[in-house]
């Protein structure tokens, strides 16, 4: 039985000596909540991605999760994935992260079977796959292996195979970027964060979150080898990109 999820207080006291933001097991504890209330979007997307690799996996393929944290974009995928013969990766290097995915799995009654795998996602052979998605995953990437990454998937990709890439954007024009980060700063608001939990997460996240703006993202898919991409979603500053192999 998958644990409930704690109310997330990480933040909520004032921190005099801040690290940098990793997903060990007191993040795991309050993860689901945690995202709900900082992601605009989040619980429409991650039902949508279910529903585009309903529509994308191939049959006798395999439909990789990478960077799967507690195992929301897997689910998805399993409770929609009606071809026969599809195998779902899921990958995450957080080993408390794989521990309460693996009792997420095990609670869940659908059958498509599911291989969770605790490594470094750069590790992990993809091959036969159909569908590849990196929900908020490459914005914890160093840049400079991005490209690199995005090349491995396009390699191991079917012929008519996507990849799923949801990603915080940052903006070029200065004021679209303050506008955006004000908002994104006011949803927190609105869903119980203080501004000293606003604060300082993003001062813990500066040096591990890095993003791209969308136009970075549309020349890295295609210097990496995929034949087109296109903007599928976004709700303020998050969105997810649809790339096309």
């Known amino acids: 039985m998958p644990k409930p999820s704690q109310e997330d207080a990480i933040y909520a006291r004032q921190h005099p000596h801040l690290v940098d933001f990793e997903f060990n097991e ?6 689901p909540d945690m ?4 992601v605009p979007g989040y619980s429409t997307l991650v039902p949508l991605i279910g529903l585009l690799a309903e529509e994308f996996a191939q049959p006798h393929s395999r439909c ?3 960077g ?3 195992g929301a974009a897997t689910l998805a995928m399993r409770h929609r994935i009606q071809q026969a013969g599809v195998e779902i990766i899921a990958v995450d290097n957080s080993a408390a992260m794989i521990e309460r995915a693996h009792d997420n799995i095990d609670a869940d ?5 599911v291989e969770l795998i605790c ?4 590790h992990i052979e993809i091959s036969n796959a159909s569908v590849v998605v990196l929900n908020f995953t490459l914005q914890f990437i160093d840049p400079a292996a991005r490209l690199n990454l995005l090349q491995k998937i396009v390699a191991g990709l079917r012929p008519g195979g996507v990849l799923l890439l949801s990603e915080k954007l940052r903006f070029d024009d200065d004021a679209e970027q303050t ?3 004000d908002l994104h700063h006011a949803f927190k608001r609105a869903n119980g964060y203080s501004d000293l939990e606003i604060s300082q997460k993003r001062t813990a996240l500066d040096n591990v979150l890095i993003p791209d703006t969308l136009e970075q993202h549309h020349q890295r898919l295609k210097q990496a080898g995929f034949s087109s991409s296109r903007l599928w979603f976004q709700c303020l500053n998050f969105a997810s990109i649809l790339a096309l192999k």
Request: charge should be negative; hydrophobic fraction near 45%; aromatic fraction near 8%.
């Open 26 to 31: 007191s993040v795991v504890n309050v993860f």
């Open 35 to 38: 995202i709900r209330r900082s």
């Open 64 to 66: 990789y999760d990478l």
């Open 68 to 70: 799967c944290s507690l």
């Open 109 to 113: 009654i659908d059958t498509t079977p």
């Open 119 to 122: 490594a470094d996602i750069h």
């Open 179 to 181: 506008l955006l980060t």
